[in-house]
Every structure is written in structure tokens, then in C-alpha cells.
């Protein structure tokens, strides 16, 4: 019902910043909250921040005053502003898209974030 494409990723510099893409497509209209999660190497996904459909935001305090989390509706998009970061943000980063109503759950493939030291 929803695809999700992720794009922005790459390497960049401790203190250095990405902005990372979630453009949603198929039926859009359905998806109330999005979010941003990451998988480090050996470690379990958590979540990063996560958007309602009225702009109400939540992240996790590791990214606290770091990373900004927002949506165009009108391009069916969400963004993840990375300022600030460290290495350990390095992290293959996914794309969630949820609606309780109609009971979808979807995730993108993921895009990498490595940051050196």
C-alpha cells in the first residue's frame, strides 16, 4: 500500500551534519506518523525520532538538540536534520511510516551514515 525511499545518507566528519530524505508513495494519504530509526553493527534498531501528523515530535536523548525531525505533507516527505554528529551516530538509518486506522507499518531500505573521527 506505501513504498518508502530513503535517500541523503553518506560519510561525513564528526561535528559535520546530513539531512536525510523518506519520500512516501502509493496511498500517502493513509500515513499519520513517521519516524527515523538506526542499526548500529551488533546492536539493535532504536528509535531516532518519530513525527505525528499534527507536527508533534519525540526523540531519543542520544540525538536531543542534535537532530531535528519534519514533514512536508504536501510532498509526502519526511527529513531527519543531522547537526552535530559523532561517531557513534554511524548507523545504517531506516524510514517508518505508520497508520493505526489501516493497520500498515512500513519501512524503507535503509540508507548508510557513517561519521568519522
Known amino acids: 500500500q506505501v513504498q518508502l525511499v530513503e535517500s541523503g545518507g553518506g560519510l561525513v566528519q564528526a561535528g559535520g551534519s546530513l539531512r536525510l530524505s523518506c519520500a512516501v508513495s502509493?496511498?500517502?494519504?493513509?500515513?499519520?506518523?513517521m519516524g527515523w530509526s538506526r542499526q548500529a553493527p551488533g546492536k539493535q534498531r532504536e528509535l531516532v525520532a518519530e513525527i505525528t501528523s499534527s507536527g508533534t515530535t519525540n526523540y531519543a536523548d542520544s540525538v536531543k538538540g542534535r537532530f531535528t525531525i519534519s514533514r512536508d505533507n504536501a510532498k509526502n516527505t519526511a527529513y531527519l536534520q543531522m547537526n552535530s554528529l559523532k561517531p557513534e551516530d554511524t548507523a545504517v538509518y531506516y524510514c517508518?511510516?505508520?497508520?493505526?486506522?489501516?493497520?500498515?507499518?512500513?519501512w524503507g531500505q535503509g540508507t548508510q551514515v557513517t561519521v568519522s573521527s
Open positions: 502509493g496511498r500517502a494519504f493513509i500515513i499519520t506518523d
Open positions: 517508518n511510516a505508520r497508520s493505526v486506522t489501516f493497520r500498515v507499518d512500513s
